[in-house]
């Protein structure tokens, strides 16, 4: 509780106080300037911000959906015994050591249209000429699947775990019923999962939603402003103009629009399922 409230809270709270104020400590008067509310008014009619948060709600949607569906697949794969099962599944789980800032090197160098390998086969192969420094869409479908191939791997560890610990007596139950497969899985597995499920959904909606390292490594926000995710925008704002005041206000309203969707996300998969059993 200690660390939490030196390392957590008192940092927020410090956040919150600077989100009050105009600043920038490398000003000639870096004097902090107090203007009300002012910065919570300019962020309602800043277009910039408001369109880095449509982005990000778009990445987040396509990377968190996808991660979750193929985690789920893989996952139920790695139930069964396979040649070369402890292979794959060690393989699988690499990205997951690699820091996101090395996963958007690496990335850069695969997609840069002269040097890049997959420039190079997908016009070798399909035709296809890919360049993310002048292609918005393809920029931004790069990043989703960057993201899909860095996270997927904890969703399926997090989706092996949940269903291990199933009874297999439910199943068994079932199966003499008649229960066709999609009928368990709707009826058994995903209700039975379904902390498992959102509680993994809650890690990585947190974490997409403050994705900067990648992004900033592979596009920088770019080209325009088709990549500039929420935390490329805070980054830019607080950096390069040094405007700590309105940087820090962004902050505040990104993790209180974080929190209404982990609840939003709560109260429709969870609260349910906890009165039906209440």
Known sequence: MVILFFFGVL????VLWVSFHQWNP????????FNGADNFRKIVFDAAFLNSVGVTVMFVFFAVVSELIIGYFLAQAFMRDFPGKSFFRTIHTLPLIMAPIIVGSVWKLMMTPSIGIIPHYL????GISVNIGTSPAAAFTTIVIMDIWHWTPLVTLTLIAALVSLPADPFEQAQIDGANK????????????????????????????????????????GPGSATRFVGVHIFKEVFPKTNYGYGSTISVIVL?????ACWLLYVT??????????
Request: charged share 15%; net charge positive; no cysteine.
């Open 11 to 14: 940092p927020f709270v410090y």
């Open 256 to 260: 209180y629009l974080t929190i209404v």
């Open 182 to 221: 999609r009928q368990i899985f709707w009826h058994i597995t995903l209700p039975m999962i379904a902390p498992a499920v959102v509680a993994t959904v809650f890690i990585r909606l947190m974490d997409a939603l403050r994705t900067v390292d990648e992004v900033w490594m592979l596009t920088g926000g």
């Open 123 to 126: 016009n070798l192969w399909f």
């Open 26 to 33: 490398f000003a000639v008067d870096p004097t902090m300037v």
């Open 269 to 278: 998969m969870l609260a349910p399922r906890n009165s039906r059993k209440g």
